[in-house]
Protein backbone atom coordinates (compact mmCIF):
# COMPACT_ATOMS: atom_id res chain seq x y z
CA UNK A 1 0.00 0.00 0.00
CA UNK A 2 3.06 2.61 0.65
CA UNK A 3 4.19 2.03 -2.43
CA UNK A 4 1.36 3.01 -4.61
CA UNK A 5 1.18 6.62 -2.10
CA UNK A 6 4.44 7.14 -2.87
CA UNK A 7 4.97 8.53 -6.30
CA UNK A 8 1.65 10.70 -5.61
CA UNK A 9 2.89 12.24 -2.50
CA UNK A 10 6.56 12.89 -3.76
CA UNK A 11 4.92 14.77 -6.52
CA UNK A 12 2.73 16.96 -4.46
CA UNK A 13 5.77 17.86 -2.05
CA UNK A 14 7.81 18.93 -4.99
CA UNK A 15 5.00 20.87 -6.37
CA UNK A 16 4.57 22.81 -2.93
CA UNK A 17 8.17 23.86 -2.86
CA UNK A 18 8.20 24.91 -6.27
CA UNK A 19 5.27 26.80 -5.95
CA UNK A 20 6.63 28.70 -2.37
CA UNK A 21 9.02 30.08 -4.72
CA UNK A 22 7.03 32.38 -6.83
CA UNK A 23 6.46 34.76 -4.08
CA UNK A 24 9.14 34.82 -1.55
CA UNK A 25 9.12 35.59 2.35
CA UNK A 26 10.01 39.75 1.10
CA UNK A 27 6.95 39.52 -1.13
CA UNK A 28 8.81 39.49 -4.28
CA UNK A 29 7.69 37.83 -7.46
CA UNK A 30 10.29 34.88 -8.67
CA UNK A 31 12.29 36.71 -5.95
CA UNK A 32 13.45 39.76 -8.11
CA UNK A 33 10.50 41.95 -8.45
CA UNK A 34 7.88 43.34 -5.82
CA UNK A 35 4.33 42.25 -6.14
CA UNK A 36 2.96 45.85 -5.50
CA UNK A 37 5.48 47.29 -8.58
CA UNK A 38 4.21 44.27 -10.79
CA UNK A 39 0.85 45.42 -10.47
CA UNK A 40 1.56 49.26 -10.71
CA UNK A 41 4.07 48.10 -14.09
CA UNK A 42 0.42 45.84 -15.61
CA UNK A 43 -1.67 48.83 -15.09
CA UNK A 44 0.74 51.39 -16.81
CA UNK A 45 0.59 48.99 -19.62
CA UNK A 46 -2.78 48.54 -19.46
CA UNK A 47 -3.14 52.13 -20.27
CA UNK A 48 -0.59 52.46 -23.01
CA UNK A 49 -2.48 50.23 -24.93
CA UNK A 50 -5.74 51.54 -24.08
CA UNK A 51 -3.93 55.16 -25.24
CA UNK A 52 -2.61 53.41 -28.30
CA UNK A 53 -5.28 52.09 -29.30
CA UNK A 54 -7.23 55.26 -29.82
CA UNK A 55 -4.68 57.11 -31.43
CA UNK A 56 -4.45 54.47 -34.54
CA UNK A 57 -7.79 53.40 -34.12
CA UNK A 58 -9.83 55.97 -33.25
CA UNK A 59 -13.08 56.21 -31.17
CA UNK A 60 -15.43 53.25 -30.94
CA UNK A 61 -17.64 52.76 -34.19
CA UNK A 62 -21.86 52.11 -32.81
CA UNK A 63 -24.81 52.28 -35.03
CA UNK A 64 -27.19 54.97 -33.35
CA UNK A 65 -30.84 55.61 -34.06
CA UNK A 66 -32.24 59.48 -33.38
CA UNK A 67 -34.97 60.94 -34.11
CA UNK A 68 -34.79 64.01 -35.63
CA UNK A 69 -37.10 67.34 -36.99
CA UNK A 70 -37.28 69.54 -39.56
CA UNK A 71 -39.65 72.80 -39.02
CA UNK A 72 -41.27 74.34 -41.67
CA UNK A 73 -39.95 72.80 -44.87
CA UNK A 74 -40.93 74.08 -48.49
CA UNK A 75 -41.76 71.44 -51.15
CA UNK A 76 -38.50 71.08 -52.83
CA UNK A 77 -37.17 69.78 -49.17
CA UNK A 78 -39.79 67.02 -48.56
CA UNK A 79 -40.06 65.89 -52.26
CA UNK A 80 -36.11 65.03 -51.98
CA UNK A 81 -36.30 63.49 -48.85
CA UNK A 82 -36.90 59.55 -49.17
CA UNK A 83 -37.00 56.61 -46.86
CA UNK A 84 -33.72 54.65 -47.81
CA UNK A 85 -31.73 57.48 -48.67
CA UNK A 86 -28.18 57.00 -47.63
CA UNK A 87 -26.46 60.19 -45.24
CA UNK A 88 -23.63 61.42 -47.42
CA UNK A 89 -20.27 61.42 -44.80
CA UNK A 90 -17.02 60.96 -46.63
CA UNK A 91 -16.44 57.28 -47.96
CA UNK A 92 -19.35 56.15 -45.21
CA UNK A 93 -22.36 54.75 -46.90
CA UNK A 94 -23.68 53.20 -43.49
CA UNK A 95 -26.17 56.06 -41.99
CA UNK A 96 -29.40 55.72 -43.70
CA UNK A 97 -32.89 57.38 -43.72
CA UNK A 98 -34.83 54.81 -41.82
CA UNK A 99 -38.99 56.85 -41.98
CA UNK A 100 -39.97 60.03 -42.11
CA UNK A 101 -43.71 61.64 -41.40
CA UNK A 102 -45.37 64.51 -41.65
CA UNK A 103 -46.89 66.20 -37.77
CA UNK A 104 -48.41 69.36 -39.61
CA UNK A 105 -48.74 71.32 -43.04
CA UNK A 106 -48.95 74.59 -43.27
CA UNK A 107 -50.04 75.41 -46.82
CA UNK A 108 -46.84 74.83 -49.01
CA UNK A 109 -44.53 73.74 -45.46
CA UNK A 110 -44.73 71.13 -43.47
CA UNK A 111 -42.97 70.32 -40.85
CA UNK A 112 -41.16 66.52 -40.05
CA UNK A 113 -39.94 63.89 -38.09
CA UNK A 114 -37.51 61.61 -39.23
CA UNK A 115 -35.99 58.50 -38.08
CA UNK A 116 -32.37 58.02 -39.09
CA UNK A 117 -29.56 55.07 -38.04
CA UNK A 118 -26.35 56.85 -38.06
CA UNK A 119 -23.01 55.70 -38.04
CA UNK A 120 -21.40 57.09 -35.15
CA UNK A 121 -18.47 57.07 -32.98
CA UNK A 122 -18.46 57.13 -29.16
CA UNK A 123 -15.15 58.63 -27.80
CA UNK A 124 -15.53 58.33 -23.84
CA UNK A 125 -19.30 59.12 -23.04
CA UNK A 126 -19.43 61.19 -26.37
CA UNK A 127 -21.20 60.42 -29.58
CA UNK A 128 -20.15 62.04 -32.81
CA UNK A 129 -21.08 61.84 -36.20
CA UNK A 130 -18.30 62.82 -38.39
CA UNK A 131 -17.26 65.80 -36.12
CA UNK A 132 -20.90 66.90 -35.21
CA UNK A 133 -21.32 66.22 -31.54
CA UNK A 134 -24.75 64.31 -31.27
CA UNK A 135 -26.46 65.84 -28.63
CA UNK A 136 -30.79 66.32 -27.13
CA UNK A 137 -31.93 69.96 -28.88
CA UNK A 138 -28.53 69.86 -31.24
CA UNK A 139 -29.16 70.63 -34.65
CA UNK A 140 -26.63 68.85 -37.14
CA UNK A 141 -25.68 69.06 -40.86
CA UNK A 142 -26.77 66.13 -42.85
CA UNK A 143 -26.83 65.69 -46.98
CA UNK A 144 -28.67 62.75 -48.88
CA UNK A 145 -27.03 62.41 -52.72
CA UNK A 146 -30.22 64.61 -53.35
CA UNK A 147 -30.72 67.36 -50.45
CA UNK A 148 -28.87 68.81 -47.41
CA UNK A 149 -30.40 69.75 -44.36
CA UNK A 150 -30.43 71.07 -40.88
CA UNK A 151 -32.45 69.06 -38.48
CA UNK A 152 -33.20 69.42 -34.72
CA UNK A 153 -31.84 66.22 -32.70
CA UNK A 154 -35.15 65.32 -30.67
CA UNK A 155 -34.20 61.69 -29.20
CA UNK A 156 -32.43 58.51 -29.33
CA UNK A 157 -34.58 55.70 -29.93
CA UNK A 158 -35.87 53.19 -32.42
CA UNK A 159 -39.22 54.64 -33.52
CA UNK A 160 -40.57 57.82 -34.22
CA UNK A 161 -43.57 57.51 -31.33
CA UNK A 162 -46.84 59.35 -31.27
CA UNK A 163 -47.90 57.96 -35.02
CA UNK A 164 -50.75 54.88 -35.55
CA UNK A 165 -49.51 52.84 -38.25
CA UNK A 166 -52.29 50.39 -39.70
CA UNK A 167 -52.25 48.88 -43.60
CA UNK A 168 -54.77 50.46 -46.31
CA UNK A 169 -55.87 49.19 -49.95
CA UNK A 170 -54.97 52.16 -52.64
CA UNK A 171 -55.79 52.18 -56.52
CA UNK A 172 -53.03 53.42 -58.38
CA UNK A 173 -52.23 54.14 -62.03
CA UNK A 174 -49.28 54.31 -63.48
CA UNK A 175 -49.42 55.75 -66.67
CA UNK A 176 -48.00 55.27 -70.64
CA UNK A 177 -45.37 52.82 -69.11
CA UNK A 178 -42.88 51.27 -71.18
CA UNK A 179 -44.15 47.65 -72.09
CA UNK A 180 -41.80 45.63 -70.18
CA UNK A 181 -41.92 47.56 -66.53
CA UNK A 182 -45.76 46.79 -67.05
CA UNK A 183 -44.94 43.29 -67.15
CA UNK A 184 -42.20 43.29 -64.67
CA UNK A 185 -44.65 44.15 -62.07
CA UNK A 186 -45.56 40.73 -60.66
CA UNK A 187 -48.46 40.48 -58.42
CA UNK A 188 -47.24 39.48 -54.99
CA UNK A 189 -44.26 41.83 -55.54
CA UNK A 190 -43.09 43.49 -51.87
CA UNK A 191 -41.28 46.84 -51.25
CA UNK A 192 -39.56 46.36 -47.61
CA UNK A 193 -38.05 49.29 -45.49
CA UNK A 194 -35.30 47.71 -42.75
CA UNK A 195 -37.01 43.80 -43.68
CA UNK A 196 -40.48 45.09 -43.00
CA UNK A 197 -42.74 45.02 -45.95
CA UNK A 198 -44.07 48.25 -46.32
CA UNK A 199 -46.18 47.58 -49.76
CA UNK A 200 -47.16 44.65 -52.06
CA UNK A 201 -48.52 44.44 -54.92
CA UNK A 202 -52.39 42.71 -54.55
CA UNK A 203 -53.50 42.97 -58.31
CA UNK A 204 -53.01 44.69 -61.80
CA UNK A 205 -55.11 45.46 -65.13
CA UNK A 206 -53.03 46.96 -68.07
CA UNK A 207 -54.33 48.14 -70.77
CA UNK A 208 -52.83 50.31 -73.78
CA UNK A 209 -51.97 53.39 -73.14
CA UNK A 210 -53.71 56.62 -75.07
CA UNK A 211 -52.53 59.53 -77.07
CA UNK A 212 -53.78 62.09 -78.95
CA UNK A 213 -53.38 62.05 -82.45
CA UNK A 214 -54.44 64.81 -85.46
CA UNK A 215 -55.24 64.27 -88.39
CA UNK A 216 -54.26 66.24 -91.66
CA UNK A 217 -57.73 68.45 -91.03
CA UNK A 218 -56.92 69.26 -88.19
CA UNK A 219 -58.92 67.15 -86.07
CA UNK A 220 -58.02 65.57 -82.61
CA UNK A 221 -58.43 62.00 -81.84
CA UNK A 222 -57.63 60.13 -78.80
CA UNK A 223 -56.01 56.60 -79.87
CA UNK A 224 -54.06 54.09 -78.39
CA UNK A 225 -50.48 53.82 -78.10
CA UNK A 226 -48.64 51.35 -80.15
CA UNK A 227 -46.02 50.69 -77.49
CA UNK A 228 -46.61 52.23 -73.95
CA UNK A 229 -49.44 50.60 -71.40
CA UNK A 230 -51.25 51.62 -68.67
CA UNK A 231 -51.42 49.62 -65.30
CA UNK A 232 -53.94 49.76 -62.77
CA UNK A 233 -53.02 48.46 -59.80
CA UNK A 234 -54.03 47.54 -56.36
CA UNK A 235 -51.32 48.30 -53.55
CA UNK A 236 -51.66 47.21 -49.77
CA UNK A 237 -49.29 49.67 -47.95
CA UNK A 238 -48.04 50.23 -44.60
CA UNK A 239 -49.54 53.83 -43.80
CA UNK A 240 -49.19 56.54 -40.58
CA UNK A 241 -51.36 58.39 -39.58
CA UNK A 242 -50.73 61.92 -38.03
CA UNK A 243 -52.85 64.26 -37.39
CA UNK A 244 -55.43 62.80 -39.37
CA UNK A 245 -53.49 62.68 -42.36
CA UNK A 246 -52.07 59.71 -43.76
CA UNK A 247 -48.56 58.81 -44.91
CA UNK A 248 -46.55 56.45 -47.34
CA UNK A 249 -42.93 56.74 -47.21
CA UNK A 250 -43.16 60.58 -46.11
CA UNK A 251 -45.64 61.03 -48.87
CA UNK A 252 -49.24 61.94 -48.23
CA UNK A 253 -52.03 59.70 -49.17
CA UNK A 254 -54.82 61.04 -50.92
CA UNK A 255 -56.94 60.44 -54.03
CA UNK A 256 -55.09 62.02 -56.70
CA UNK A 257 -52.02 62.67 -54.88
CA UNK A 258 -48.50 60.52 -56.48
CA UNK A 259 -46.88 57.72 -54.25
CA UNK A 260 -43.72 56.20 -55.58
CA UNK A 261 -43.13 52.31 -54.95
CA UNK A 262 -39.72 50.25 -55.11
CA UNK A 263 -40.98 46.67 -55.82
CA UNK A 264 -38.21 44.38 -56.03
CA UNK A 265 -35.60 46.66 -57.50
CA UNK A 266 -38.35 48.68 -59.88
CA UNK A 267 -39.29 52.05 -58.89
CA UNK A 268 -42.78 53.28 -60.35
CA UNK A 269 -44.52 55.96 -59.58
CA UNK A 270 -48.31 56.71 -59.79
CA UNK A 271 -51.29 58.87 -58.93
CA UNK A 272 -54.47 57.10 -56.23
CA UNK A 273 -57.44 56.92 -57.72
CA UNK A 274 -59.05 55.29 -55.08
CA UNK A 275 -58.38 54.74 -50.98
CA UNK A 276 -59.81 52.19 -49.32
Given at each position: ?127 FFGNQELKVGKTIKLATPFVEFVPTIVSFG ?119
Open positions: MKNYLKAPFCVYIKMARTNSHLIDSKGRLFGKINVIDALVFLFIILVVVAGLRFAFFGPEPQMTMVKLELKNQPDYIYDNLHVGDILLLNDNNNSMIVDIAVTSKKGSERDLLILADLDAEVDDVKINDLGEITTDNKIVTVLFENVKPWIADSLIVGAKQEVQGDVVASLLSKDITPAKMVVQSEAGDVFLRDHPLNKDVRATVEISSQNMNNYNYFQGSEVFVGGSLTFYFDGLTVSGHVINLE
